[in-house]
Each structure stands twice: as C-alpha cells, then as structure tokens.
C-alpha cells in the first residue's frame, strides 16, 4: 500500500510542480517531438523500460503544458478555471491506464526499486523534464536571452538524454534493492 501511496503522491506531486511553476508550459512542438522520438528510438534499440518510459514521463508533460497552451489559444481559459492539473492528470491517465488495464504496468518481474519500471522511469522524466524546462529558463533570466538557437528543446531533451545514460549504465545497481 505505501508503494501506491508513493506513485500518486509522486505523480500528483509532478503535475501540481508543472502547473505551479508557470515557465514549463512554454513547451514548443519540437520539443514534444524530440521527446518522442526519443522515446521511440529506446523502444526500437530494445532498451529496459526504466529508461525508455524516462521519455514517457517528458513526453506526458510536454503533451500536458503543449495541450494547455493549445486550449489558451483557442479562448479556453485553462489556466483560470485550474483545469491544467485536469488536462495533465487526464494525460497520465490515458497512457498508464492502458498499461496497466493490458498488464505491461504490474509484471512482477520489471520492478526497480519495488516500483514497476514503466511507472519509475515516467516519474523519474517528469521530474527531468521539469528540471530541464527550469534550467531553460533561469539560463534566459540570467543572460537576458537564450545562449544557441533551439536552447528551450536542448535543456530538457539533454536531461533526458543524461539521466536515460546514467539509468542504463548504473541502473543495474537499483535492479538489486
């Protein structure tokens, strides 16, 4: 039971963190298609589930903030009404509940750390994620402008990137506990 308890505390923590932390929902198209190219590479090259769903969790919350800022263009007043938690929650939701309703989500043979893998690593990239939009921006606050050109995809994609390595390379030690 503390194990459920920590997964929605985990998630619910990375979305109410996104939606508090305005500067995220700056999230450009690139940036939701290099994550999910990214994502779709890991799968490809055969990689463990921990580290491909760390592309999950980005690709949850790029989509979420890119969804958000879709919605506010079309006069909807998310962010007003805090229906973004809405739109985040109902994300997760509509990738982890077919995973779990099809049973790739609670195999007892791919847990890390006694968590499902998928579900690890999608919180693991949320958070990644969220650190790299963060870095994005107090980079522009502190220079006044962007260091290279495409700086707001580079950020979260290389956390991805370096997190996904770290996991890959190390990540066996975790497989242990």
């Known amino acids: 039971m503390s194990k459920i308890k920590f997964i929605i505390g985990s998630l619910l923590g990375v979305i109410f963190f996104g939606i508090s932390y305005k500067g995220a929902l700056a999230v450009c198209p690139i940036c939701t298609v290099a994550v999910g190219a990214g994502l779709g590479l890991s799968r490809w090259l055969g990689i463990d589930d921990a580290v491909s769903s760390i592309w999950i969790g980005g690709l949850i919350l790029s989509l979420g903030f890119w969804t958000i800022n879709w ?57 990644v994620f969220l650190l790299g939009q963060w870095l994005d921006k107090k980079v522009r606050e502190k220079k006044g402008k962007q260091l290279f050109q495409f700086q707001r995809v580079i950020f979260p994609v290389f956390c991805l990137t370096l997190v996904s390595l770290i996991l890959y390379f190390y990540g066996g030690y975790l497989y242990k506990l």
């Open 71 to 127: 919605l506010e263009t079309k006069k909807i007043k998310v962010k007003e009404k805090n229906l973004d938690i809405v739109v985040i929650a109902g994300i997760y939701a509509i990738t982890l509940l077919p995973l779990i309703f099809t049973d790739v989500i609670g195999h007892p043979g791919n847990t890390i750390v006694g968590i499902d893998k998928i579900v690890f690593g999608t919180i693991i990239g949320s958070f």
